[in-house]
């Protein structure tokens, strides 16, 4: 079985705090992706990499940034964090597409059981 | 803008009954979807991908996939209360990662 997992359940922060996320998957995944989801607005982008070192913006990557120095650990930083990050934040894994190539989106992916940041 | 449509709900069905759960979506070079099953304060779950028209059954569970109607659905038969949860639809296009709805509420009464 894929195992997403993520380094905190709850986090509760002060605005203006550095916030680190780690988020590490044990399947050997090529992909590996953040998002936040708030009530009504679904399940939102925020950062993915198809590699190590490699990272693209997602749909709403301000106020965060990434790092993937290692296959099986992707993180999400909040540099100075704000009341309005508050929100669950989930990662997820998949491998490649079924072509070979990184085809983002093509293959299934595993979430982890996601953080709920509370910024206050 | 990709969009990916799905009835908030909530939908409700008695137990032992089918579930019927739509999704449409507006990009035609999709390729991928996939249905997720979310119990509250939980992370996502995949429960079925299908990549090509017509129906997939896992179980209690069939997809039906119509590109050339852009929709994919979600059958549940013999619905269990523990089936009561939101149900994400996803779609992909090669280049992109999932595109998400916003989720039906299926509600199965005892």
């Known amino acids: 079985d894929v195992k997403v997992t993520q380094s905190s359940r709850y986090l509760v922060k002060r605005t203006g705090e550095k916030v680190f996320l780690e988020c590490v998957q044990d399947?050997?995944?090529?992909?590996m992706f953040w998002y936040r989801q708030d009530p009504g607005l679904g399940l939102r982008l925020i950062y993915f990499?198809?590699?190590?070192?490699?990272?693209e913006k997602g749909d709403i990557p301000e106020g965060y940034s990434v790092s993937r120095e290692k296959k099986e650990r992707f993180s999400l930083i909040l540099e100075s964090a704000s009341t309005n990050q508050t929100s669950m934040y989930l990662c997820?894994?998949?491998?490649?597409?079924?072509?070979?190539?990184?085809?983002?989106?093509?293959?299934?992916?595993?979430f982890g059981p996601g953080t709920r940041l509370t910024v206050t | 803008q990709k969009e990916v449509e799905q009835n908030s709900g909530p939908l409700s069905v008695p137990e032992g009954a089918i579930a019927s759960l739509n999704c449409t979506y507006s990009?035609?070079?999709?390729?991928?979807f996939f249905w997720y099953r979310q119990y509250s304060g939980k992370s996502p779950e995949l429960i079925m991908s299908?990549?090509?028209?017509g129906d997939k059954e896992d179980g209690r569970f069939t997809a039906q996939l119509n590109k050339a109607s852009q929709y994919v659905s979600l059958l549940i038969r013999d619905s269990q209360p523990s089936d009561s949860a939101t149900y994400l639809c996803?779609?992909?296009?090669?280049?992109?990662?999932?595109?998400f709805g916003k989720g039906t509420s299926l509600l199965v009464t005892p």
């Open positions: 299908i990549y090509s028209n």
């Open positions: 399947m050997d995944h090529e992909n």
């Open positions: 990499s198809y590699d190590v070192k490699m990272k």
């Open positions: 990009d035609r070079g999709s390729q991928s």
């Open positions: 997820a894994s998949s491998p490649l597409g079924t072509s070979g190539r990184p085809l983002l989106g093509t293959a299934e992916q595993y």
């Open positions: 996803a779609v992909s296009n090669s280049g992109y990662a999932l595109n």
